[in-house]
Every structure is written in structure tokens, then in C-alpha cells.
């Protein structure tokens, strides 16, 4: 899945600050996931409050062929802008299993920039992406996903709830929406309740409370003062970001990342 914020080209730059050992893997905003994908650990509980999301992954661990049979149902119309707006209208609670996770992934790839961003009445509203040719799966990357996906247990729950589980030695990965660097800097509307500040205080108290717990805890952020402040009693690493050469506007909307762990 194209997903905002994902970590797939951070992960390198990630690789070397994650525990060396850990028991279970605890990773409470999903998204894209690649972070799980990247480290396959062998018990992993995965958590997110986008419930299209987690059932696209339950179905990805479950019955990947039938995903892909439903998924194949679209492929004829997958660049066409009245077919995307009959999907994206469709109420998800009203298909199959396998079809409403293969509208999840369909909406993902035609949509457009791969948002997922929904209105206050919880519906997705991104509009469509003009591809001329979108990929919608790679048989490969499905396979190996639901191998990865075996030992997972899969939640669609909000972090304070998912975040009771983790007891000691656990490795817990955060990666909230991102705070907002600017007002109109940043992106948080994967869900009608957005994240705000109050959502990020009481991320940093259980981050507190795992430290207690004898977890490991790794977050990431942006590098905004209030994040520095929350977790200043932590090791801190700031990655900078990588900024677009060539470009006249240079560094805007480019935002240094936090690398937050408590070992
Ligand atoms: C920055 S993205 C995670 C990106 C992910 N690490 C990746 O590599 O693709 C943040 C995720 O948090 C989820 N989210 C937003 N509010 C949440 C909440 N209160 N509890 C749990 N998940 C939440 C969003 O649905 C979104 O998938």
C-alpha cells in the first residue's frame, strides 16, 4: 500500500537504532506497515484505527488468493474515472469480505497520491488519481506479505486501547500522524477524529508507561519543540530529512525527523 508518512525509505536509517532482541513485536499505527514488513518478527500484534485497513491485511494473511480473484475484478476499469467514483461511493459494510478488502487496495492505488483521508461522516473522499496504468498488486508481494502476516494478530483499535497489551522486554514501534510543523504543514486526516495535540500528550504518557512497563520503545515523529520537550528525559536521534534538489522552493514541507527510544 502507498501510505503518507510511510517508512519504507527510512528504514535504512532506521535499521541500526532498533533492539537488538525483543519478545513480541507491538506496532499501534500501522499504515503501510513497513517497518513490520522490514523486521517479520515472529509474534506481532498490529494495530490502527482505520478498520478498512486492518481487514485488508487480515484478508492478506487469511485468503490471499481471494483477494486477488476479487482484486482481478477490477482490473479491466482501473484507470477509469467513473468506475473509481461507483467504488469509492460504495458503503464497505455492504460487500463480501474479499470484496471490500480488494476496494481498500483498488481505492489505494487509483486514488489520488495514495491518500487515505475520510470526511466527518467517516467516508473516503480523495479524489480520483488520472493513472494511466496503476499496478493494483503484485502476486509476489501479496504471497510474501501473508507469510509475514502469519503470526500477526490484527486489531482495528486506537492506541490508548491497543497500547494496554505490551508488557516487559516487548518491543513497541509508535508512528503517529505526524505533528503539524505549520498549521497547513502536515497531513493527520487518516480519520474523522484527526490527531491533535491532546492525542500526542497522551501518546508520550504511555510511552512513559511502557518505559515502566520494561518495554522497548521506539517513536518517530517530526522534530517540532513541543515533541522535544515530551520525550526530553529520552534518547533522541534527528534524521534530516531529505530535501528535493533542483527544486526552487527548496525545504518546503521537508521535515527533520525524531527519532525517539528509551534503551
Ligand atoms: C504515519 S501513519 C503510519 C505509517 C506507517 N508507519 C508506514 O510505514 O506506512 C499513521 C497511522 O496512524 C493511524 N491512526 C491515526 N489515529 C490513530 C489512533 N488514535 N490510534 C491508532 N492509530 C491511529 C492512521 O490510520 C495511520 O495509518
Redesign the pocket.
Known amino acids: 500500500?502507498k501510505?503518507?508518512?510511510?517508512?519504507?525509505q527510512l528504514l535504512v536509517r532506521f535499521e541500526r537504532y532498533f533492539p537488538p532482541e525483543y519478545s513480541r513485536y507491538f506496532?499501534?499505527?500501522?499504515?503501510?506497515?513497513?517497518?513490520f514488513f522490514h523486521l517479520k518478527p515472529e509474534h506481532a500484534t498490529l494495530?490502527?484505527?482505520?478498520a478498512e485497513?486492518i481487514h485488508l491485511y487480515s484478508m492478506v494473511r487469511d485468503d490471499p488468493a481471494g483477494l486477488m480473484a476479487a482484486l482481478d475484478v477490477h482490473a479491466g476499469r482501473r484507470n477509469q474515472k467513473t468506475y473509481f467514483y461507483e467504488v469509492r461511493k460504495q458503503r464497505s459494510e455492504a460487500l463480501s469480505p474479499a470484496a471490500r478488502a480488494a476496494r481498500t487496495v483498488f481505492l489505494n492505488k487509483t486514488c489520488f497520491n495514495g491518500l487515505?483521508r475520510v470526511n466527518s461522516r467517516g467516508e473516503f473522499n480523495v479524489p480520483f488519481g488520472y493513472y494511466r496504468n496503476p499496478t493494483l498488486y503484485s502476486v509476489d508481494a501479496i504471497r510474501r506479505a501473508s507469510r509475514a502476516l502469519g503470526g500477526a494478530a490484527l486489531l482495528a483499535?486506537?492506541?490508548?486501547t491497543?497500547g494496554t497489551r505490551p508488557r516487559g522486554r516487548d518491543f513497541v514501534y509508535l508512528?503517529?500522524?505526524?505533528q503539524p510543523i505549520s498549521r497547513t504543514s502536515a497531513f493527520t486526516d487518516?480519520?474523522r477524529?484527526g490527531?491533535g495535540e491532546k492525542?500526542q500528550r497522551d501518546l508520550a504518557n504511555l510511552f512513559h508507561d511502557l518505559d515502566r512497563r520494561g518495554c522497548f520503545v521506539m517513536l518517530s515523529n517530526s522534530a517540532t519543540p513541543m515533541l522535544k520537550e515530551l520525550y526530553a528525559e529520552y534518547s533522541q536521534k534527528l534524521l534530516p530529512a531529505r530535501r528535493a534538489i533542483n527544486s526552487k522552493g527548496s525545504g518546503r514541507g521537508a521535515v527533520d525527523e525524531l527519532l525517539v527510544t528509551n534503551y
Open positions: 500500500m501510505w503518507a508518512g510511510g517508512k519504507g506496532e499501534l499505527f500501522l499504515g503501510g506497515g513497513a517497518v494495530s490502527d484505527t482505520n485497513l487515505y483499535e486506537d492506541f490508548r491497543a508512528d503517529p500522524p505526524y487518516y480519520t477524529e490527531f492525542d
